[in-house]
């Protein structure tokens, strides 16, 4: 089973971007991925592009499956009920933070709120790292981690490419932290695997153009089946705790 813990739904007003319904169905038919996580493309509106992606999952029951995103920057009181409306009545598996669009470090105070609600709601907080430092540095999520021990983060792109070792770093002091290390070079995913355990490792594409690219790593990297496995699929089954067939 493949499945992409990192795509996109919307047109970002940040980016200049925006990946269609189409255009993600296609891309997951031509790379053969199963199961895709999807969020809104970041500066797009939030909750209407949540109800997009949720009537998405409805439509594709098992193969999507959405993630909650938008900047803790439009006030606690709406943050907290977009969130529980997401998780609890459409069923979101995860909360993304992303430091470089939503204009906000991860250990502001503005940013309680994002991991509040995901430990709240026992779902995963995924943090975009790497573009966007200092902000976007894989090291602040370490304090995040250890203060919500019980709560699963992935740092998206883990670091980059240019941070990639601070992401390892954090990830080996924090058993919580996990790694969708799009973007990084294939060499740094071998070793993010060797050294923390494909367990802790997760494929992700997030651009659709990027998808087959990224698969390419993991194919053509010397990981072992088990290893393969775990990190095209199983790492993500596990921590969405998504309801497919593993």
């Not at 470090?105 to 790292?129: I, L, Q, Y």
């Amino acid at each position: 089973m493949i499945v992409d813990a990192h795509s996109h739904l919307g047109y970002s007003q940040i980016f200049s971007a925006g990946v269609t319904e189409e255009l993600l169905l296609a891309t997951m038919e031509a790379n053969a991925i199963d199961v895709s996580v999807v969020m809104p493309a970041a500066g797009s509106d939030p909750r209407t592009t949540h109800d997009a992606i949720a009537d998405l999952c409805a439509r594709q029951p098992g193969r999507i499956f959405g993630m909650v995103s938008m900047t803790p920057l439009v006030g606690r009181d709406f943050y907290e009920a977009e969130a529980r409306r997401c998780i609890d009545e459409l069923g979101f598996k995860a909360i993304k933070l992303h430091p470089q669009a939503h204009a906000v470090s991860p250990v502001f105070e503005v940013s309680d709120v994002v991991f509040e609600c995901a430990a709240r709601h026992g779902v995963p907080v995924m943090v975009h790292t790497g573009s966007g430092a200092p902000f976007a540095l894989p090291s602040l999520l370490i304090r995040r981690a250890r203060q919500y021990p019980e709560l699963k983060i992935i740092l998206a792109h883990a670091g980059f490419a240019i941070y990639s070792e601070e992401a390892i770093v954090a990830a080996e002091v924090c058993e919580n932290i996990y790694l969708e290390p799009t973007w990084c070079i294939a060499g740094d995913i071998r070793r993010m695997v060797r050294m923390l355990g494909a367990g802790r490792v997760m494929f992700g594409g997030d651009l659709p153009f990027n998808v087959p690219v990224e698969l390419t790593k993991y194919r053509t990297l010397d990981l072992t089946d088990d290893e393969r496995e775990w990190c095209l699929g199983r790492t993500a089954c596990e921590v969405f705790d998504l309801p497919v067939n593993r």
